[in-house]
């Protein structure tokens, strides 16, 4: 069988936001890539449901929300082959991390969210035509609680922006101490990075499949 590779997405964006990272990944070391539409319910553990059956035994990435939702499918025993998760919200341990973007939605709607949470590399095609899963998405994801991926899960790598603000450093130094997991920078990109620089996301991405080849253990 094929091993699969899940590409997730966030919150103000559907799976085209993929279309610059997958012709990095054309042939992946033989994996299939998948490109899935979640449900956008506002419901964590509906989301995870939709997810499981897809991501189990595959190598899952994520960026923002949809790296936040790479978190909760370990976390919930879903056995992960690999995952690289850039930049996940992180819940108490960064309190106010995301007060800006709550503010973007309020006075901007959906293009104010989206460019207070992915900078100007994101547009308003981006998003799907229902403004009201950007706000069930939201409100799932700053209600967020990080955990430990569950006992036989591969391995996870955060990862966060060179260019992104203090704060998401912190916040993904902090979601590395809580969960022990390893982190590492991407160079020349922010929260963003499936926009402003996929062929990093791509790398970290193939890598990281690389070392969940030897999954399980």
């Given amino acids: 069988m094929t091993p699969r590779l899940v590409l997730i997405h966030g919150a103000a964006t559907t799976p085209r936001v993929w279309r610059g990272v997958l012709p990095h990944l054309d042939g992946a070391a033989g994996f299939e890539v998948l490109c899935p539409r979640r449900p956008c319910s506002g419901d964590l553990d509906a989301e995870v449901e939709a997810l499981a059956g897809l991501c189990a035994g595959a190598v899952v990435a994520g960026v923002s929300g949809g790296a936040t939702l790479g978190l909760a499918l370990a976390a919930h025993g879903v056995p992960l082959r690999a995952a690289v998760l850039h930049e996940p919200a992180a819940g108490s341990l960064a309190p106010g991390l995301l007060t800006h973007v709550a503010e973007g939605l309020r006075t901007g709607g959906v293009p104010g969210f989206g460019r207070a949470l992915y900078g100007p590399a994101w547009a308003p095609a981006e998003a799907s035509d229902e403004p009201a899963e950007v706000e069930r998405d939201f409100a ?78």
């Avoid at 209600?143 to 991926?149: I, L, R, S």
């Fill in 140 to 217: 799932m994801f700053r209600a967020f609680e990080p955990a430990p991926p569950a006992p036989g899960c591969g391995p996870v790598l955060l990862t966060v922006g060179g260019d992104s603000p203090p704060a998401r450093h912190a916040s993904v130094a902090a979601l590395g101490r809580h969960c022990a997991l390893p982190w590492r920078t991407l160079p020349d990109t922010a929260h963003a990075v499936h926009l402003e620089h996929p062929a990093a996301f791509a790398t970290a991405i193939r890598e990281q499949a690389a070392l969940g080849r030897r999954w399980p253990r």
